[in-house]
């Protein structure tokens, strides 16, 4: 089975930094776009940041020009640069990823998967 773990989480003051990491494992054929959502108690999970096909990006307005979004395509894995961190930036950080699995020796449906997620916590 195709799965997705998160690394890096912790608890940082505001103004610091972290570096999250998500590998992804598995018979995997492709991987379209891989991507870190985040969810803080009593909101909606959003959208942090996403990276597509070569070196697309996008950047929720709250994060842009403090994280950064890169992956490694020939270890499977995504990574978030968070500096300037913020008290509002507390919340679990999920990575996700669509991909084409392998099955069977073939290139499978694409799904999207997601991580467990790991817990980032920014004090003031």
């Known amino acids: 089975q195709v799965q997705l773990v998160e690394s890096g989480g912790g608890l940082v003051q505001a103004g610091g930094s972290l570096r999250l990491s998500c590998a992804a494992s598995?018979?995997?054929?492709?991987?379209?776009?891989m991507a870190w959502y985040r969810q803080a108690p009593g909101r909606q999970r959003e959208l942090v940041a996403s990276?597509?096909?070569?070196?697309?990006?996008n950047y929720a307005a709250s994060v842009k020009g403090r994280f950064t979004i890169s992956k490694d395509n020939a270890k499977d894995m995504v990574y978030l640069q968070m500096n300037s961190l913020k008290p509002d930036d507390t919340a679990v950080y999920y990575c996700n990823a669509h991909i084409f699995p392998v099955e069977n020796g073939h290139v499978g449906k694409a799904n999207d998967y997601w991580g467990q997620g790991t817990q980032v916590t920014v004090s003031s």
């Open positions: 598995g018979t995997i054929y492709a991987i379209s776009t």
């Open positions: 990276i597509t096909g070569g070196t697309t990006t």
